[in-house]
C-alpha cells in the first residue's frame, strides 16, 4: 500500500542532517587547532549518524584505477543490420552468463548480445500492450537471470522477461512513479515517487525543489511502500509555466542490493546513505574541498547550448528570466558498483564530448580516488573489472561499448 509523502518526517530529517553536518565541521575545527598530522579523511559519529569527510584520496598514484580507451566489445561495430544500430541506449548491462543487453529507446526494445557482440534476440517494442513500452530507460537484473524492463515516465509500462522464453509478466508502475536504475541484480524494484505540488506552489514563481519520495515496489510491482524523501528536480516557475534551470540539480539514488539506498541532492559533493525499509539515515558521506564555482563564461556557453541555432524570441525571454547559478551541480549522475558510488562531475550540454572525472568513495564514505571516463562516452554501469556506456562517435552514432577497468 502506497503511503503519504510525510513532509514533516522529511523537515525533521532535514534538520537532523544539518545538526549532524554542524557537528562534524565543529569537530574538525577544533582539531585543527592542535598541532596533529593531517589526516586524509575523518569520521565522526553524531547522533546516530556517521559522518565521513574526505580531505584526499586513499589511492595513491600505483593504487589508482584506470578505464581504458580501446573497447574490448563495441556492439554498433561487432555486426550488420539494424539490430546494430543503435540511438537513444538508455542502458547498458550484463544479461544472464556473459551476454549483454542494450535498452534502446528508439526500437523500444531490450536487445541480447553474446558474450561476442553477436545479436541473439529482441525483447519488447513500441507500444501499449503487453511487453511493449513508449519511453524504455532502464533493466533490472533480476538474482535468477531474468530481466525486469521499465518504461522512464511516472506510472508507465513494465515487463520481466526470460531471456530464453521472452515476456513473463507486464504490469504498469504505480501512479507517479519513475524506476530507478539497479546497479546489482535485484528482486526488489525501486523507484522516486513524484510528489505533485500544492495549488499555492504551482502559482509561486521562483526557484524550487518539491520534495521526491524514494519508494520500495510491492512484489507485483503495482503499489508502493514510501522510504525517505528529499529535494526533488529543480525548476524555475514563471507565469506562462515552469522551465528547467541552467545547471539545474536532480535528485540521485541508488540501491546497492544489500537493501541500502545511496541519495544525494548535488548541493555539494556527498551522498547519504539510509536503509531501504525503514528510511533511517546512517551515513553522510562528503568531499569538502572540490570547487564547483563557475565563471560567467562558463555560463553563457552553456545557455547557448540550450539555446541552440535558431531559437524562438519566446524561448530567448525565458532563458533570459532563468537565474544565474554561481555553482554548478555536485555531480552530474551517480552509479554504484557492488560496492562503492561513484559521482560523476557536472559536464552539462556544453562540455558534454569532454572526458569526465568520477569521484569513487566505498561505502563506509572513504573517498578512494577518482577515475576518468574517454571522452564522449557516457558511462552507465561498473562492473568488478570492465565498465558500460555509451560512446558517440564524430557524426554522433552511438556505440553501446564494454571497457576494461584496470584495478592496480
Not at 536504475?181 to 521562483?206: F, N
Not at 524523501?229 to 540521485?252: A, C, K, Q, W
Amino acid at each position: 500500500m502506497k503511503r503519504r509523502l510525510d513532509l514533516g518526517a522529511f523537515r525533521r530529517e532535514r534538520r537532523r542532517y544539518v545538526r549532524g553536518a554542524i557537528l562534524a565541521m565543529a569537530a574538525t575545527a577544533a582539531g585543527g587547532c592542535e598541532a596533529a598530522p593531517v589526516s586524509t579523511n575523518t569520521s565522526r559519529d553524531s547522533l546516530g549518524v556517521t559522518i565521513v569527510e574526505s580531505a584526499a584520496p586513499l589511492w595513491g598514484a600505483r593504487d589508482a584505477w584506470r578505464v581504458e580507451e580501446q573497447p574490448i566489445l563495441d556492439l554498433a561495430e561487432a555486426g550488420s543490420g539494424e539490430m546494430h544500430a543503435f540511438f537513444r541506449v538508455r542502458d547498458v548491462l550484463r544479461a544472464g552468463s556473459g551476454d549483454l543487453a542494450v535498452a534502446d529507446g528508439a526500437s523500444q526494445q531490450v536487445r541480447i548480445y553474446d558474450a561476442t557482440g553477436r545479436f541473439v534476440r529482441a525483447l519488447g517494442g513500441p507500444g501499449e500492450g503487453p511487453g511493449e513500452f513508449r519511453s524504455l530507460w532502464t533493466v533490472v537484473p533480476r538474482p535468477d537471470g531474468r530481466l525486469v524492463a521499465l518504461d522512464r515516465a511516472p506510472g508507465g509500462s513494465g515487463a520481466e522477461f526470460d531471456l530464453g522464453s521472452g515476456l513473463v509478466s507486464s504490469f504498469r508502475m504505480p501512479e507517479g512513479v519513475s524506476p530507478l536504475r539497479h546497479p546489482v541484480p535485484s528482486d526488489v524494484v525501486w523507484g522516486l515517487d513524484l510528489a505533485p505540488g500544492t495549488d499555492e506552489e504551482r502559482r509561486s514563481a521562483g526557484l524550487r525543489r518539491p520534495p521526491v519520495t524514494i519508494v520500495r515496489l510491492s512484489e507485483d510491482r503495482m503499489s508502493s511502500d514510501s522510504v525517505t524523501s528529499l529535494p526533488g528536480y529543480e525548476n524555475f516557475t514563471v507565469t506562462e509555466g515552469d522551465d528547467i534551470p541552467i545547471m539545474g540539480r536532480l535528485p540521485h539514488a541508488v540501491p546497492d542490493g544489500e537493501g541500502r539506498i545511496a541519495m544525494g541532492t548535488a548541493e555539494a559533493l556527498e551522498y547519504s546513505i539510509v536503509d531501504g525499509r525503514t528510511g533511517e539515515l546512517r551515513l553522510i558521506a562528503r568531499i569538502p574541498g572540490v570547487s564547483l564555482t563557475v565563471s560567467s563564461a562558463e555560463i553563457d556557453r552553456e545557455r547557448e547550448e540550450w539555446l541552440g541555432s535558431d531559437p524562438s524570441p519566446f524561448i530567448r525571454e525565458m532563458m533570459a528570466r532563468l537565474p544565474v547559478p554561481s555553482e554548478k551541480p555536485g555531480y552530474q549522475r551517480m552509479i554504484m558498483d557492488d560496492g562503492n558510488v561513484w559521482a560523476g562531475e557536472y559536464l552539462g550540454l556544453a562540455r558534454r564530448d569532454e572526458p569526465q572525472k568520477w569521484y569513487v568513495l566505498d561505502l563506509s564514505g572513504v573517498w578512494l580516488g577518482v577515475v576518468v571516463t574517454p571522452a564522449r562516452f557516457e558511462l552507465m554501469r561498473v562492473g568488478a573489472d570492465e565498465v558500460f556506456g555509451v560512446w558517440r562517435d564524430v557524426n554522433d552514432v552511438e556505440h553501446p561499448q564494454v571497457l576494461r577497468l584496470v584495478k592496480p
